[in-house]
């Protein structure tokens, strides 16, 4: 560690807080600017790491310069700050703006593969910022990888280490070949695209492929260097995967680069902007919140057609039910009446019985004309 937290450092200017993030050849520390009390992130590279020397402190000490150069033409909420950068003796140092997020490869290390709804959250952002690089500073950033993306407080992605960065028209920017003769594009292997390894200068179609290697990563939580010799798309490691995003994600692996604006129709080769990128990965989100109000329609009209249906089977079931009530009442009234009936004929016959009797046992004697016919 260069620096202890509590020190003073960089001409007094910042409070060491502590050691966030260490590579193969330097340091990065939170800070407090003592004047200002605002937190900033410092990295530093010295020459007495090992493996690190003082030509390879000259170099990145141009490179810090031209981070420093290109982000002071730039402010963009999805590009990291960049406030500071100097050298001090065998130390070279930059102030940027400090992520408590931490990069994208420190939370791969923690979760992978990312939820899809953060995927394509962190792949618009990183769109966004690389887009205002390549319009803004007519730049190729060259080094897009989840080390240099890094993640705000509220989950904003930002595109950070513009030190690689061609600017089209200008010359390379400087960096140690680090131990390699092979003077190709500079740039992370697992994510360098085909343009990297020849000497054409790079295009944004470039940076599209490298974010493209990113994209695959955290939707399937390996490296697209190595899994493409088993699969073609991420949607054969990921089956939730939204077909649209699957097929934005393909396209922006294609081998063929995109070399116009004209191509993007054409899904046989890569995107040529980070513009197209975004307005696609947009699309799709708009076409899945669209089928998904349309299939929540649907369900719910047909949630409406059950409920009508059951409503109208309960109600000609009511029907039949009072209907067989009154058939039943009926039928009980109906032999009521008939009991009734059956009843009352018989007690009359009984209330006539004495008397039929009386007029059977009285004989002939009892119908006077008899009488006088027989007298």
């Not at 292997?189 to 974010?211: F, K």
């Not at 998904?292 to 039949?320: C, F, H, I, L, S």
Request: glycine fraction near 10%; hydrophobic fraction near 40%.
């Amino acid at each position: 560690m260069v620096f202890q937290p509590g020190e003073i450092i960089l001409n007094e200017k910042y409070r060491v807080e502590e050691l966030v993030g260490k590579g193969a050849f330097g340091e990065v520390y939170r800070a407090v600017h003592v004047s200002l009390g605002v937190v900033r992130a410092i990295k530093v590279l010295s020459a007495d790491a090992p493996g690190v020397g003082s030509k390879m402190v000259d170099e990145y000490h141009q490179r810090y310069g031209l981070e420093f150069q290109l982000a002071a033409r730039l402010h963009h909420p999805n590009v990291v700050e960049v406030y500071d950068q100097d050298r001090q003796g065998q130390m070279v140092y930059a102030v940027i703006e400090y992520a408590p997020g931490g990069s994208l490869a420190d939370l791969l290390k923690r979760q992978k593969p990312l939820p899809i709804k953060r995927t394509v959250r962190i792949l618009l952002d990183c769109a966004e910022g690389l887009d205002e690089i390549h319009e803004r500073l007519e730049a190729v950033h060259r080094d897009v990888t989840p080390a240099n993306i890094l993640l705000g407080e509220d989950g904003r992605a930002k595109i950070g280490d513009l030190g690689l960065a061609l600017v089209q028209g200008g010359k390379c920017s400087q960096r140690s070949r680090l131990g390699s003769a092979a003077e190709l594009h500079p740039g992370t292997p697992n994510y360098r695209s085909p343009e990297h390894e020849g000497w054409a200068p790079l295009m944004p179609t470039s940076d599209v492929y490298s974010l493209g290697c990113v994209a695959f990563e955290m939707l399937t939580g390996q490296v697209w260097k190595w899994a493409r010799r088993k699969v073609e798309r991420a949607g054969e490691l990921r089956p939730d995967l939204p077909q649209w995003l699957d097929a934005v994600v393909a396209r922006m692996l294609c081998e063929a680069p995109g070399l116009r604006a004209a191509d993007a129709g054409d899904v046989h080769t890569r995107y040529a902007t980070m513009a197209q990128v975004g307005a696609a990965l947009r699309e799709g989100l708009e076409r899945e919140a669209w089928e998904k109000r349309e299939a929540g329609e649907r369900q719910g009209q047909e949630r409406q057609e059950v409920a009508a249906r059951a409503q109208a089977e309960a109600r000609r079931a009511q029907v039949a039910a009072e209907k067989a009530q009154r058939e039943s009442e009926a039928r009980v009234r109906t032999e009521a009446k008939r009991a009734a009936a059956k009843s009352g004929r018989g007690l009359a016959r009984r209330r006539w019985l004495p008397l039929v009797a009386v007029l059977v046992g009285a004989g002939p004697c009892c119908h006077p004309s008899r009488e006088t016919k027989y007298g």
